[in-house]
């Protein structure tokens, strides 16, 4: 009996157990047909390298789409006498099946060639291939490469630019850039490159994560530090034109510190070069280098969360409204910190220990964090070239939602853009905005889009931006832009508050015209100018002046007006509560001259620093170390580490909004500037653009990537035999010439206005005569220069002769330094 009851004992446990298990599995099979759960895929696409006599360089990364010459800015491959391009193909598994490539002028309007490649040779996973480039090239002249890979079904598409140069400097330079990070790892070996410095008693050295051509022997070597360099370095050959070349190194550091451990730090370093006669020159010189955080218990200090080696504005933090969860993006990762249960989390990161690093580390991608909830619930977006995962290969902007209570990372949606991922950045920067009713509100290669993230569906708010016609209010939740293409000529100024989803509209009394001109705090600036009030500079019109400015709350009620007799405004902009007007009074019909400068200091409360939550304090040994400020005291020996258990794209959509992009509106040129080896900005403006990149000895590019100014590529003598000849490429282009424009003929004139003498000579050196305007209203032409004199030339009298440079800088000064310049594109 004892031994029946318990069988029956043990059959009915049994039962309840696979009861329990029953149910138990009935609902996590019922919540896997309802959630679609995977991981992030490794990375895939193969990297393929061009040489350099015998130096692999230009690690040139996949796209799965074509890109037309939006990623040619990112390398440039100098081609041997025999114009035979040597490529490399890091092929990691993937079987290639064909290789071809085709070249084009920048403009893409030309294709010079498209070849098949029909020989190439694999062993080992290493693909190699010469690309047997046809001699119809022009020398010296920058054309766009594109390689396609077929691999099976799918083509994957690769971009560098190419030149077919008349020297072998471009080796010399990547040589030089190579030995010089190298050997700036060790003191003694170091001491070899103190004649390329220009160390200056007032540089900061105050931070690793910063070092110049300025900074001192001891911060340029590491400031002592035991360092070693890990891995093969990544060399980019960024731009190359015979004389002047631009040079970016990644590598990572090995730091060895003092208390046994040991520290990794991403690190670029960024070289502008110049070939002047018997060697190189060092123009410029600037190191970036940022720690990586792994979040491991040497982290944590008090109430300090350490990030180690970085710079101002490259670590992001946002607080979730009680303080309980900080969320921080550092080093291209996501991170957040539960200060109640002391665990930190890896939202998201593209870095692979399955990978080498080449792939899922390539530093062409940001993050930024749009809200933080009490809950533990991230949004955030991840913009720029996608490593890895789903969206591979692809440039655009993603939106996630990390969820705590699941440990889930769902995706929301994905826009694709053919743009580089540094104009993503500046676009996302501007305006990425989630209001309270679950709409996401981001521009986009000129276009604004509301995004319901319920249901994914999009709508168009504005269309066809260009710069100057529209701003955005300090914290994101106010946009106001102008109706039509014209910066000056606009006689409606649409306003919208994303957080009420309200618009209004301002509009002037008739023959008005409305110009955006800002933001202070959430405060909108706006201006009224008469549409007969054209200000015209040697029959080109420079603007049309305002005869009052009005700065307006949310409801629209005017707070300031700024209108005085007599007196108009042509430029405003305001910074840090501060508004500053450049004034001018009106000389005759359609003629001004400037006056002075007023400043209007507001009483609005401007957002707190992008730093707060930030800090950083001196260390003996690595100087600058930043953290993140948190509120209570963190053992490091308690913090646990995790990752999202999985990624949910149950809900996710690709948002096709580039069937509702439109064309650029108008014809104005916009310029785009660079430097240190980075986009910078863009404007209408080219003065604007090239004061943008001057300090950083960098150069300005139209949208088709030709150059159109250099700081350093200028020859210290220049001198045009036949200025007449030259200047009819141009001359009959000037009765009709309104602005910056290219022309059909590959001609592109540009509106030097406001350059300096010093900065204009730079287009002399390209073969066209720059035109000055003079006191009588006519023009001279600058033909030559060498270290002492300009050159000048009368077409009415057709006579030659010289000016000292300083005298002929406040000559020109004092005519408004009015110039027209030219170059030739193809």
Known sequence: MKKTLQKVGILVLIFIIAVVVYFISARNVMEKETTVYTSMDEPTLPVIYTELSGIQINGLHGYMRDMGNQAARDSISVLPENRDLH?????YGTTITGISYEIRNLSMDRLVERTEVENWSSLNGITNATLPIQNILTKNKTYLLKLILRTGEKEIFYYTRITWPDNSYAADMIRLADEFSRKSMDYNQARELTSYLETNNTEDNSSLGHVTIKSSFHHLTWDGLSVEMQGK?????????????????????????????KALVDTEDNFSMKWNEKRIY??????????????????????????????????????????????????????CYDQKDKEMIRIFTFESNQDDGVRSSYKKHDIKIMSVGEDGTVDFLVYGYMNRGKYEGRTGVVYYRYMADSSTLQEQFFIPAAESFEQIREDVNRLSYLAPNNMMYLMLQGNVYGIELTSNEFIVIAQGLTEGSFAVSNDGSRFAWQEGPSLYESERVHVMDFNTAGKQEIEGAE???????????????????RSKDVWLTNGRMKGIPMYAMYIVDNQMQVEDEYKRDGIYLSDVSAKDGRIHLKRLVKLSENQYVYQDEDTIVCNQKIDESSMKGIGWYASGEKGKVYFVQTDVDIEGDSVKVSAPKAFSYENTSILDVESAQTAQADSEMIFYAYGNGHYIGSSRSFVTAMEMAYDQMGYVTDRNQHIVWDRIDRKNVAAIKSPADEASKIIKYLDSFSGSKQYEDGVILIDGGGCTLNQVLYYIGKGIPVIAYVESGGYVMLTGYDSYNISLYDPETQKTWKMGLNDGGEYFRALQNDFICALSVE
């Open 511 to 529: 023959d008005d015209y409305v110009r955006v001109l800002g933001f202070v705090g959430n405060d909108l600036i706006y201006g009224l100018s």
């Open 87 to 91: 490529i490399r193909i890091v092929e």
């Open 282 to 335: 060092m123009m410029n010189f600037e190191r970036n280098a940022n720690e990586i955080f792994t979040g491991d218990k040497e982290s944590y200090s008090g109430k300090r969360i350490l990030l180690g080696i970085s710079g101002d504005n490259r670590v992001h933090i946002m607080k979730s409204s009680g303080s309980r969860y900080l969320a921080f993006q550092v080093n291209g990762d996501l991170w």
């Open 233 to 261: 370095p990544q060399i980019t050959f960024q731009e190359f034109d015979g004389i002047m070349g631009r040079i970016q190194v990644n590598y990572k550091v090995l730091i060895s510190q003092e208390d046994g451990t």
